[in-house]
């Protein structure tokens, strides 16, 4: 265990901060009550309150309730905070600004350099400016990963696209060299299937222009009258059930133009 430089007894009143994992992953609670004793080293000092955070790993861990109710008792009772157990939080940019904000004298016992309440307030704010420039650098670094990584997928036949929840999904393209060949088989039936229905409706148009009805809308209209239905949807022309105007001249001339009988009297 870390005693305090040159081993000199503590005096006052203190609240202690204890951390512990979920995961069972961390030093005991046992072993960070000892350290506080230890660093401590005897002398006329009172432990007024102990107060343990317990970690999951998640996000909600920054929230830190315990340790705002431990920095609260502090300023309420002008204690000095003894942190068992400091390490990867002297890098947490927001623990440090809940220090810094507090004013709230401190103390750690795993770094020595954190002995003196009277000096902790210039080393926190030094940290705070490694940790401020070192979470930036992260998320430049992480912003230009991604950025290179979409590239990369877009150049490899995929394209990214984000659901309702704001997730991302990598994508194939169809058609295109990466795509599965269940997904070019499948793509490939659509097309075939578009296509026999494109030569069934243009059959239809032969024999309707025989008859003498050569614009697009006496042909759709005809169609209709016949039950020959467009390759999507019931209606070539008209009013649907539920009242909405229906219009597919376009599709019907494209239909025609794919069979070469658009403008022909064939």
């Known amino acids: 265990m870390v005693r305090n430089k040159a081993g000199k007894p503590h005096k006052g009143r203190y609240v202690a901060y204890y951390r512990v994992s979920t995961n069972k992953q961390s030093l005991g609670l046992d072993a960070q009550k000892v350290a506080v004793e230890q660093h401590l080293n005897g002398g006329d000092w009172n432990m007024e309150a102990e107060f343990t955070e317990k970690e999951s790993g998640r996000k909600t861990d920054r929230h830190r309730p315990e340790l705002r109710k431990a920095l609260d008792y502090c300023q309420a009772r002008n204690c000095t905070l003894i942190i068992a157990r400091l390490d990867r939080l002297a890098r947490n940019v927001s623990f440090l600004t809940k220090m810094m904000d507090s004013n709230v004298n401190f103390i750690a016992c795993d770094i020595p350099q954190f002995d003196n309440p009277a000096t902790n307030k210039m080393m926190l704010t030094l940290m705070m400016t490694i940790a401020e420039h070192e979470a930036s650098r992260i998320r430049d670094n992480t912003k ?19 659901d309702l929840l704001g997730n991302q999904h990598k994508v194939t393209k169809l058609g295109s060299p990466n795509a599965s060949i269940g997904s070019q088989i499948g793509t490939k039936a659509i097309q075939d299937k578009s296509n026999q229905e494109a030569d069934r409706i243009c059959k239809e148009i032969i024999k309707i222009k025989k008859l003498g009805n050569t614009s697009l809308r006496e042909i759709a209209k005809e169609l209709q009258a016949r039950g020959v239905r467009p390759i999507r949807g019931t209606m070539w022309i008209g009013v649907d059930a539920d009242g909405k105007s229906v219009n597919k001249m376009s599709s019907l001339r494209n239909i025609m133009i794919r069979g070469g009988i658009y403008g022909s009297n064939s």
């Open 144 to 162: 230009k990963a991604l950025a290179v990584r979409k590239q990369q997928i877009k150049d490899d036949g995929f394209f990214i696209k984000t």
